[in-house]
């Protein structure tokens, strides 16, 4: 149980377009998502906090209207990068949230990586 | 917010040897410890995780320890095996709060 998937795996696009990444929880609904930024060799950063029929909650220094996200139902988050530059290129994860007991587990998808030409 | 710190950053041990990648939090309510592993280009792994109310837990080659007075956390690997290498992250997290994740250790394990 548990599964987390993510599509596309890999996308290329040129830069001034917009790039969307879906996140699904196969076996769960998860009222909660997360979407991560991992650059090479580095830690995953958080990017923002999805909740499922509210808007997304980002962390400072990540710019919302450049990284939108979507939790229209508990078993889908999108993430579309608006107006893709190369330096928007990473590695981009989700994760799921379960609620057990007294803390949460995150589930993460497998990853998506973004190259922009 | 929360402040999460890793160290070593990388770690190579010979396959049989212990490994130990230490963790320290700045946030007294946080509560729960994950350790996650990522293998090159996959998504990262649960592989023992903690909370506050207990001091150490133990998976087969797999402890993990917690001084909650110190807020500090550790990951003990015993009798490594090369496919113990990895990226290593701790993560902690408050109630129903998001992870902070620390800056990750590299683990090399040489036959």
């Known amino acids: 149980g548990a599964v987390v998937s993510q599509h596309p795996s890999r996308v290329i696009c040129k830069s001034g377009t917009s790039v969307k990444i879906e996140c699904r929880s196969l076996d769960f609904q998860a009222t909660t998502m997360f979407w991560y930024r991992q650059f090479p060799k580095k830690s995953l950063m958080l990017m923002a906090t999805s909740n499922e029929g509210s808007k997304a909650t980002y962390e400072q220094g990540v710019e919302k209207d450049k990284f939108l996200i979507n939790h229209a139902s508990l078993t889908l988050s999108t993430l579309t990068v608006t107006s893709a530059h190369p330096e928007d290129s990473s590695f981009y994860i989700c994760?799921?949230?379960?609620?057990?007991?007294?803390?949460?587990?995150?589930?993460f998808g497998p990853g998506t990586r973004l190259t922009v030409l | 917010g929360e402040n999460v710190e890793q160290h070593p950053s990388t770690l190579s041990v010979q396959e049989g040897d212990s490994a130990v990648i230490k963790c320290t939090y700045s946030d007294s309510a946080s509560n729960y410890f994950p350790w996650y592993k990522q293998e090159l280009g996959k998504r990262p792994q649960l592989i023992i995780d903690?909370?506050?109310?207990?001091g150490e837990k133990k998976d087969q080659r797999i402890a993990v320890t917690l001084n909650k007075t110190a807020k500090h956390f550790s990951l003990h690997i015993t009798e490594t095996q090369p496919e113990d290498s990895a990226v290593y992250f701790c993560a902690a997290s408050s109630y129903f709060n998001k992870f902070y994740f620390g800056s990750g250790t590299k683990l090399n394990v040489k036959p």
């Open positions: 994760s799921a949230q379960i609620l057990a007991g007294d803390h949460n587990e995150q589930f």
């Open positions: 903690i909370r506050s109310n207990v």
